[in-house]
Structure formats: C-alpha cells, structure tokens
C-alpha cells in the first residue's frame, strides 16, 4: 500500500524559509519521480517542483519559484524535502506529495497535506 506522509508546515514570516517532508513507504521509492503541488485557498492545486528517480534525479520547478525552492531526496530514508527560501505571502497554501504508480486510485497517490502560511 502506498502511503505519503507530510509534514513540516508551519507559520513563518515573509522572506523566512522553511522545509518540508515527505516520507513514502510501499513502493521502491529511489525509481520514482516525486512531487509536490500546492492548493492556496480558492484556487486549483498547481506543480511545485519534480525530483525525478533513479541515479540523475534530474528536478524541475514552477517559474514561482524557481530560485527560492529546492527540491531534495534522501533514498535511505525514503523522504522528499522541498527547501523554501525566501517565502512570500503567495507561498501561502496547503502544501501535498505526490507519487504516481500504478496501485495508485487513478494512477496518483497524495499525501493529507501540511499548511504552510507566510504572514506578518
């Protein structure tokens, strides 16, 4: 059974950072590709940034924050981390992991989300 747990949200200030986690279990994690999307409040879920499997574990990231966030694996642990530097009240939403496979409900598994809110 694939399972996705987030965790690491917080309240933070603008310009703050902060790092998420996502630990997996059920599948061999280090194959495949990882992702996080976002949900603000009122709007659609969107792609944050991709760490693909395998020895390259090439990444890609939303223009929005391309130079703020980065995008980690740790294949002994099992666990993705996005790295968020300099957070903007726009980061502000519920932050979700992703995995697709094939025991997937429609090809993707998510995770329950972790809140992450950037205010003064």
């Known amino acids: 059974q694939v399972q996705l747990v987030e965790s690491g949200g917080a309240l933070v200030q603008p310009g703050g950072s902060l790092r998420l986690s996502c630990a997996a279990s059920g599948f061999t994690f280090s194959s495949y590709a990882m992702t996080w999307y976002r949900q603000a409040p009122g709007k659609e879920r969107e792609l944050v940034a991709r760490?693909?499997?395998?020895?390259?574990?090439?990444?890609n990231y939303a223009d929005s924050v391309k130079g703020r966030f980065t995008i980690s694996r740790d294949n002994a642990k099992n666990t993705v981390y996005p790295q968020m530097n300099s957070l903007k009240p726009e980061d502000t939403a519920v932050y979700y992991c992703?995995?697709?496979?094939?025991?997937?409900?429609?090809?993707?598994?998510w995770g329950k989300g972790t809140l992450v809110t950037v205010s003064s």
């Open positions: 760490i693909f499997g395998g020895a390259a574990g090439s990444t």
């Open positions: 992703n995995v697709r496979h094939a025991h997937c409900y429609g090809m993707d598994c």
